[in-house]
């Protein structure tokens, strides 16, 4: 049985240390799919000095647990590792990480792409930019909408 670790947090986090350690004395692990998210200078033809991301704790967490869950039910994975950046965060730091491990990488990689549709649609947080004419909260996206939607119906 794998893991299923889900941080919410303020402070940076490091990649390779991160799956190393999910790596680490797995000889079931036949594949690594892993995302980042990273903060843009630009968004919607406005420069961005940054973004602080909010959340409520706890309930945030309740929701990443539950998409991991509903990766777990579709596809045969050893581990998953949420992480998620919350606070003020520059242009080119990083803000998300996904990764997920499997036997195999067709489970890996549509299970990595799954649970950052679904994050990005129906994890509770709230996104304000600063940009040069003031701060603006950041809507939802109708392509992030239509990328969780296209998981409906399968499997």
Same mark, same amino acid.
């Given at each position: 049985?794998?893991?299923?670790?889900?941080?919410?947090?303020?402070? *940076?986090?490091? %990649?390779?240390?991160?799956?190393?350690?999910?790596? @680490?004395?797995? !000889? /079931? =692990? !036949?594949? %690594?799919?892993?995302?980042?998210? %990273?903060?843009?200078?630009?968004?919607?033809?406005?420069?961005?000095?940054?973004? %602080? #991301?909010?959340?409520?704790?706890?309930?945030?967490?309740?929701?990443?647990?539950?998409?991991?869950? @509903?990766?777990?039910?579709?596809? *045969?994975?050893?581990? =998953?590792?949420?992480?998620?950046?919350?606070? /003020?965060? #520059?242009?080119?730091? @990083?803000?998300? #990480?996904?990764?997920? $491990?499997?036997?195999?990488?067709? &489970?890996?990689?549509?299970?990595?792409?799954? #649970?950052?549709?679904?994050?990005?649609? @129906?994890?509770?947080?709230?996104?304000?930019?600063?940009?040069?004419? !003031?701060?603006?909260?950041?809507?939802?996206? $109708?392509?992030?909408?239509?990328?969780?939607? /296209?998981? &409906?119906?399968?499997?």
């Amino acid at each position: 049985m794998g893991s299923t670790t889900v941080r919410v947090q303020e402070s *940076d986090f490091d %990649v390779g240390a991160e799956i190393g350690r999910l790596r @680490q004395g797995n !000889g /079931r =692990i !036949g594949a %690594v799919a892993s995302f980042v998210g %990273v903060c843009r200078d630009l968004n919607e033809g406005d420069s961005v000095a940054d973004m %602080v #991301l909010e959340h409520y704790p706890g309930m945030t967490e309740k929701a990443l647990a539950k998409i991991a869950d @509903q990766a777990r039910g579709r596809w *045969d994975l050893i581990d =998953i590792l949420i992480v998620h950046r919350v606070g /003020r965060i #520059l242009p080119t730091e @990083q803000i998300v #990480l996904v990764v997920v $491990t499997s036997a195999h990488r067709g &489970e890996a990689f549509a299970a990595c792409e799954f #649970l950052m549709d679904y994050l990005k649609t @129906q994890a509770p947080f709230w996104k304000k930019e600063s940009t040069a004419a !003031g701060s603006r909260w950041v809507d939802a996206r $109708t392509t992030d909408d239509a990328a969780a939607q /296209r998981w &409906e119906g399968s499997r």
